[in-house]
């Protein structure tokens, strides 16, 4: 190392960026060790390595495959519900309202994000200030610090940075797979409102560090199987997945590109590491799906932010707080009629996400060295996921909850 800035957003001053550096190591070291594998390199040590972007849709699969696309955007837009329990695609997102001229609160923009929680973590437990300036970007306000480091923190310079970091995990961040920071009681889901009202940077226990590390590093493998004519081919999704019992990772977006995207790499004999900077990127979005009043959406309502030309990891999606339009007057697309946007589901769909990879050039495999995995007895199910419970359940809860707000007919059938 060292690892630049994600997205190359900020300027580090050269301490903060070796803290930042530790953090990337740090969770690299938590890792199972037998997961080593010499085809996986934490940084590039190729100069020639060729910088590639493994990309994946940023909505939630999951609620797709264990019910349908309705529920899957019931449930995706449930506010802070949806966001903690199925955004786990490292894309995170909140839904901006205001009210209108009536007095009715509508959605007024989408915010996206994919930045990791570890560089905010970082940031909170050496440089307060620099941390408050950043968000202060985002907001457009500055945050007091009693949104930050919890109730009764006033200066932060007054506590010890672990206090720092243990206060601001609680409220923003969760513990992220910190051991440290769990044995400390911190939560997996933040318990502040900063960051649930706002998507300032990615806090799914899923949408880590640790994670993003763990599945590139487990695809980072020659895995194959036996042809018809006995050579060797690349092994598929459900072969990899089934090796350790990791069905499950195979019914998502990201897992699956990741991992297989490592596995071809693997496979003949290049190298794979993460390019500089570390990151997850928004690396297209597909606006042209939307309209405003039969037309393209105005290009001052799509903002992009956090990040170079290429490494933007923050997508702000509708009108600005002094347009008086709302997000509910842009259609989109949606089988034979086009239907108002009225949440951050159909936006992730469209948003393609993921980290720059570096690729080594092709080197020979022995024979021996391939991991030769046999046939499966038949595809992955992924309805029959255990998480299809939770979410079951969970869509039971939501129209229950709407039960409960709809309206209720009066005499002679008035509201």
């Not at 007054?158 to 409220?171: D, N, S």
């Not at 046999?374 to 979410?391: F, M, N, T, V």
Request: glycine fraction near 10%; aromatic fraction near 8%; hydrophobic fraction near 40%.
């Amino acid at each position: 190392m060292p690892f630049s800035a994600p997205g190359l957003a900020d300027d580090l001053t050269p301490d903060l960026l070796d803290r930042w550096n530790e953090e990337v190591l740090a969770r690299f070291e938590q890792l199972d060790p037998s997961l080593s594998s010499r085809f996986f390199r934490l940084e590039a040590a190729d100069p020639a390595a060729q910088r590639v972007p493994v990309t994946w849709f940023g909505d939630p699969a999951e609620p797709g495959f264990c019910l349908d696309a309705t529920a899957a955007r019931q449930l995706s837009d449930w506010g802070v519900r949806g966001r903690r329990a199925l955004h786990n695609e490292y894309c995170e997102y909140a839904v901006v309202t205001a009210s209108d001229g009536q007095g009715r609160l509508r959605p007024k923009r989408v915010q996206i994000t994919t930045e990791l929680p570890e560089y905010h973590l970082m940031l909170a437990t050496h440089a307060p200030t620099r941390l408050r300036e950043i968000l202060t970007g985002i907001l457009g306000t500055e945050p007091r610090w009693e949104e930050l480091y919890g109730p009764g923190t006033t200066n932060p310079a007054q506590l010890g940075p672990m206090q720092r970091r243990v206060r601001f995990a609680r409220q923003l961040t969760g513990h992220c797979g910190d051991p440290e920071l769990a044995s400390a009681g911190v939560p997996g889901s933040p318990v502040g409102s900063l960051n649930a009202v706002n998507a300032l940077f990615m806090a799914h226990p899923i949408n880590g560090l640790d994670d993003l590390i763990y599945i590139v590093l487990f695809g980072a493998c020659p895995y194959a199987r036996r042809t018809a004519s006995g050579g060797l081919e690349p092994a598929g999704r459900d072969q990899i997945f089934r090796v350790n019992g990791t069905e499950a990772l195979a019914c998502r977006h990201a897992d699956p590109a990741a991992a297989l995207a490592a596995a071809g790499a693997a496979f003949q004999g290049r190298t794979v590491s993460f390019a500089d900077p570390l990151g997850v990127y928004i690396h297209r979005f597909a606006s042209d799906v939307f309209q405003f009043e039969g037309g393209p959406v105005p290009d001052p309502w799509i903002r992009w932010g956090r990040g170079a030309e290429g490494l933007r990891q923050r997508l702000e999606f509708g009108p600005g707080d002094d347009d008086p339009h709302f997000l509910d007057e842009i259609t989109v697309a949606s089988g034979a009629v086009d239907e108002p946007l009225t949440g951050g589901y159909e936006v992730a769909r469209r948003v393609e996400v993921g980290p720059i990879a570096a690729v080594g050039g092709p080197t020979a495999v022995p024979e021996d060295e391939f991991v030769v995995l046999p046939d499966p007895p038949g595809p992955i199910r992924c309805r029959d996921a255990q998480i299809c419970d939770s979410i079951k359940q969970m869509k039971k809860d939501f129209d229950l909850a709407t039960e409960r707000i709809l309206p209720v007919a009066g005499p002679r059938g008035r509201q």
